[in-house]
């Protein structure tokens, strides 16, 4: 999910997330920035998918048909308190974007916050799949502090729930610490 996004014809913009189907816990879509127009994400089809590494995620597809890919958000514009034309004092609008996700999925995103039985034990890095049925094989797991972050790579048999809100596994904290990282 930190990944940069290479389309056919160039630079895509980044990697933001993944879809996934609630019933069979598996991934349809790569939830995408595209550079430019970061404010809407946009749902690429894992199908489109060509080749992918931690770092970048390749597709068959170019930029102007990842514009024209469905958005993931909404577009709303509300008047905001924090912007306002001091000449007249009118309050000005700031678009915001409303995720809008389809009925049956959800988003799992670096945001999301993984509880071990015993508590928070960090947030999802990234999400590694099986490239032919798109099902979890481990997440990539962002643990520790400002200066002493770690990946720890957990495998889908610890994982006990996935939801909107979080990701359950059934370790500790102090099974997480001892799993092998790599510091970031």
């Not at 019933?23 to 199908?47: C, K, M, Q, Y």
């Not at 577009?75 to 009118?90: H, L, R």
Request: aromatic residues 2%.
């Amino acid at each position: 999910m930190r990944a940069d996004l290479k389309c056919a014809n160039g630079e895509g913009g980044k990697v933001a997330g993944a879809l996934m189907n609630e019933t069979i816990h598996a991934f349809t879509h790569v939830v995408i920035s595209i550079d430019g127009a970061e404010l809407v994400r946009r749902l690429l089809p894992l199908n489109a998918v060509t080749e992918g590494s931690l770092d970048v995620l390749t597709t068959r597809l170019t930029r102007e048909q990842l514009d024209a890919l469905p958005p993931l958000d909404e577009i709303d514009i509300v008047p905001t308190t924090q912007s306002m034309d001091m000449a007249t004092g009118v309050l000005m609008e700031m678009p915001i974007a409303i995720e809008d996700t389809p009925k049956g999925t959800l988003v799992i995103d670096k945001h999301t916050p993984v509880e071990a039985s015993d508590g928070y034990v960090g947030s999802v890095d990234a999400v590694l799949l099986d490239p032919i049925s798109g099902a979890i094989t481990h997440i990539m797991l962002r643990e520790g502090h400002l200066w002493d972050k770690r990946d720890v790579t957990i495998p889908l048999s610890n994982i006990t729930s996935i939801t909107r809100d979080e990701v359950k596994l059934n370790l500790t904290r102090d099974d997480v610490g001892a799993l092998p990282a790599t510091p970031v």
